[in-house]
């Protein structure tokens, strides 16, 4: 009986021995493979907003439960990056480290720099704002049409700049808020188009990346995103990303106002 144990002792030295030299030996592998907790999570947020009559629960994330869970992302040693540095890293062939996460809040509201950008700060966190270029400073006209969201104020080009000063990245959610697929192509072009050129000149940075408005795209509408000159486009497909994702339909994790921080976590870490 010891005399086995021993033997068993001496193939499992032995085993342990030549996977060890296999790690040693075998090249670092540039990418992870694609398991679940290697992918890069994007959350996607819209308002950020206490006040009930600017919105229901789909769109509107209380200030208390935003900073409950960039807290639990703090605390969970997540660090923050812009998609620009995501788009760095890959292009080097290289992963990101383990618990990079990226913040986006679409359509630009007054509220991310009123209730949003405070918590971001506290935090150290950055985050990517997509803004709909013709209405900043104005309202969320989009929606007042189609009476589906109260009339919000939008980020001025005043608050746009302090935010950008502190390092939030500003991307493109097209001129006016266009769902690409339903209005004319000539449309969705100059709306994808167009909104890179003038969010570059205003913001003085460049604009690589595309949030589809409702997340709508098809194939020809991510034509038109790459033809543009934009690096990859946000869609509102659930999932996380890696080097091997569809860059013109980049996934994220809607983040809702009945999200709870369970829900939150299991999002973030599945
Ligand atoms: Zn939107």
Redesign the pocket.
């Known amino acids: 009986m010891a005399l086995r144990k021993v033997l068993w002792a001496i193939l499992l030295v032995l085993i342990g021995g030549l996977g060890l030299a296999k790690a040693a030996e075998a090249p670092v592998p540039v990418f992870s493979t694609a398991t679940g907790k290697d992918k890069i999570p994007i959350l996607m947020y819209h308002k950020v907003s206490p006040y009930i009559h600017h919105g229901g629960i789909g769109l509107r994330v209380t200030p208390d439960n935003f900073e409950e869970q960039m807290k639990y992302l703090y605390e969970r040693g997540y660090r923050t990056i812009t998609l620009d540095q995501l788009f760095d890293i890959w292009e080097r062939r290289e992963t990101p480290p383990p618990r990079t996460i990226i913040l986006t809040l ?2 630009g509201y007054q509220d991310n720099y009123l209730f949003a950008f405070p918590i971001l700060k506290k935090y150290g966190f950055t985050a990517t704002i997509f803004l709909v270029c013709e209405r900043v400073g104005g309202f969320n006209a989009w929606d007042i049409r189609r009476e589906t969201q109260p009339h919000i104020k939008l980020l001025s080009w005043q608050e746009i700049k302090e935010m950008q000063q502190y390092g939030i990245s500003f991307q493109s ?1 097209t001129l006016t ?1 266009a769902s690409l697929t339903t209005v004319d192509p000539k449309i969705a072009d100059t709306e994808i188009r167009l909104s890179k050129v003038k969010l570059e000149q205003a913001l003085g940075a460049p604009v690589n990346f595309l949030a589809y ?2 997340g709508r795209s098809n194939k020809s509408v991510e034509k038109m995103a790459r033809d543009a000159g934009y690096k990859a486009a946000l869609s509102t497909c659930v999932g996380k990303n890696d080097i091997n994702t569809n860059r013109f339909r980049m996934k994220r994790l809607g983040i809702r106002g009945n999200t709870d921080l369970e829900e939150f976590a299991w999002l973030v870490e599945r």
């Open positions: 679409d359509d959610h808020h408005p409702y």
